[in-house]
């Protein structure tokens, strides 16, 4: 009678772990790529992308379930069973896989130093101001500050700043009942199109302005051909040739 008694509460234990395991989620954010845009530009430069330097606000996760509710820092941590933390490393690499599937210059890799550049004609730095997450019908708040350098002289080629303040719709988890892991992957691929969003409007200013440059420098070695090229003179019968003929 005693064995039968620890051989249903072996069964309880167990079923009670698969159940507990079955409604576990894996929250962890891996970004996705947007497909390349057809017809876009090229641009014949390669790029490396830094790690992001964490500008957020010193806190992990703040405010009352009492009052407005919490908000968590995901720039150093995350949400259980919703959302991994996404570190400033996690979005500079990102930002990199984001140039490289856009197909818009000649090779994007992610560096962890800058003793890592090679032949690379730009490095891209970055921080991360904001990653603020106020749970699923709130607003929730992104921001990235991004300049480009160039390698040759360390000078300043591009700057730009991205925001987005957003919330999930209120349909995000339409369907999934009490599928846990359903909500969350709901949650992860609403973040993803946020934040391609974000690189699309950046890497659309970066090829502008990378483009504007090149055009620049083109003219600028076209003039200096024109300059260097010594001018011959005119000789005294062609200057009054042309005053004869009118010219």
């Known amino acids: 009678m005693k064995s039968r008694s620890h051989g249903w509460r072996v069964l309880f234990t167990a079923v009670a772990l698969l159940l507990m395991t079955g409604c576990a989620a894996n929250p962890q954010f891996v970004y996705k790529p947007g497909a390349p845009v057809a017809g876009g530009t090229k641009l014949p430069v390669k790029v490396a992308v ?3 330097k964490d500008g957020t606000e010193d806190f992990t996760r703040r405010g009352s379930i009492f009052s407005e509710g919490f908000t968590w820092n995901l720039a150093k941590t995350g949400v259980s069973d919703q959302i991994s933390p996404l570190t400033p490393a996690l979005w500079a690499k990102s930002f990199a896989d984001d140039m490289t599937a856009s197909g818009d210059f000649q090779a ?3 560096i962890y130093s800058p003793s890592e550049l ?3 004609e730009f490095y891209i730095e970055g921080t991360l101001g904001k990653a603020y997450y106020y749970g699923h019908m709130d607003r929730n ?3 990235i500050g991004l300049r480009a350098m160039r390698k040759t002289d360390n000078r300043l080629a591009w700057e730009k700043e991205v925001r987005r303040e957003w919330k ?3 349909t995000l988890h339409e369907g999934c009942g009490m599928n ?3 909500r969350t ?3 992860l691929a609403a973040t993803n199109k946020v934040m391609q969003g974000m690189f699309a409007e950046a890497r659309a200013d970066l090829v502008g302005t990378l483009a504007s440059l090149s055009k620049g420098q083109a003219g600028e070695a076209r003039k200096g051909d024109e300059t260097s090229t010594p001018q011959v003179p005119e000789s005294v019968e062609q200057t009054i040739d042309k005053i004869l003929k009118g010219k």
């Open 108 to 110: 994007v890799r992610f």
């Open 118 to 120: 090679t032949n690379e």
């Open 168 to 170: 999930y719709p209120m």
């Open 50 to 52: 830094l790690p992001f």
């Open 141 to 143: 708040e992104f921001a």
């Open 180 to 182: 846990v892991q359903c």
């Open 185 to 187: 992957d709901r949650i």
